[in-house]
């Protein structure tokens, strides 16, 4: 029986433009939101390191879409690249598509072939395609040279690694998210003490916003010592 794609996919509740720090990202966010609706660019390939944001930001693209009644599919080829590319059949049919990590295609000159054809057909038909990969096309060992080419097609968007001021206003804007309060003291503490992907961080954020209900402490930075002495 051959293999279909998913017809489904799970929306991350919490992964919405409105939960998404952008800080010097933010016209990123304009171009998305653009090309989503179908006013804007046609093809964005969004490229940045691992760990800042683009799943969030593509995940963001699908409930945009939604909020607008536009069909939209989110597909993550880190999840599906093992499966045989058949199951990408159908998905032009979409108004909006979004696929992330498309570099786990790059090399496996089936799933470069069947891209291809997909981009080709989602094209044609007028709709929107949204990209990520962690470089861009031109730094890729990319087998098929149309492949290249249709990755090229639109426009390319490099997420900006937020750092310093930003990447602490980030902690703040996603505890405030989370319903609880960090002060800047605690945020400058935090991305000192494990400056790291902020994918990362945010895991570390439900964690101390547990430690700290059960405690029944605000999160102080002496609070915060106490909590990675006792190895959080």
Request: charged share 20%; with cysteine.
């Amino acid at each position: 029986m051959p293999e279909q794609y998913p017809l489904h996919f799970e929306f991350r509740a919490n992964q919405t433009f409105d939960d998404f720090f952008a800080g010097v990202n933010q016209p990123i966010l304009e171009d998305l939101k653009q090309c989503v609706l179908g006013n804007g660019e046609q093809q964005i390939f969004v490229w940045g390191k691992s760990g800042q944001g683009k799943s969030h930001l593509l995940q963001a693209c699908c409930h945009y879409a939604q909020q607008h009644e536009r069909e939209s599919f989110y597909f993550d080829l880190a999840r599906y690249s093992r499966h045989r590319p058949a199951i990408l059949r159908g998905l032009d049919d979409y108004d909006v598509v979004c696929v992330d990590n498309i570099n786990w295609a790059v090399g496996q000159e089936k799933w470069e072939l069947a891209l291809c054809e997909f981009m080709q057909r989602h094209y044609e038909r007028g709709h929107q395609l949204i990209i990520s990969s962690t470089c861009l096309p031109d730094y890729m060992t990319i087998k098929t040279l149309d492949f290249k080419t249709h990755l090229s097609w639109g426009l390319m968007l490099p997420l900006t690694t937020l750092v310093d001021t930003h990447s602490i206003d980030a902690l703040i804007f996603r505890a405030d998210a989370m319903g609880f309060e960090i002060s800047p003291q605690v945020g400058r503490f935090l991305m000192i003490q494990h400056h790291t992907e902020l994918e990362w961080m945010w895991h570390l954020l439900e964690k101390l916003d547990h430690a700290s209900l059960a405690a029944k402490r605000r999160l102080t930075v002496p609070f915060l010592k106490r909590l990675f002495n006792s190895e959080l």
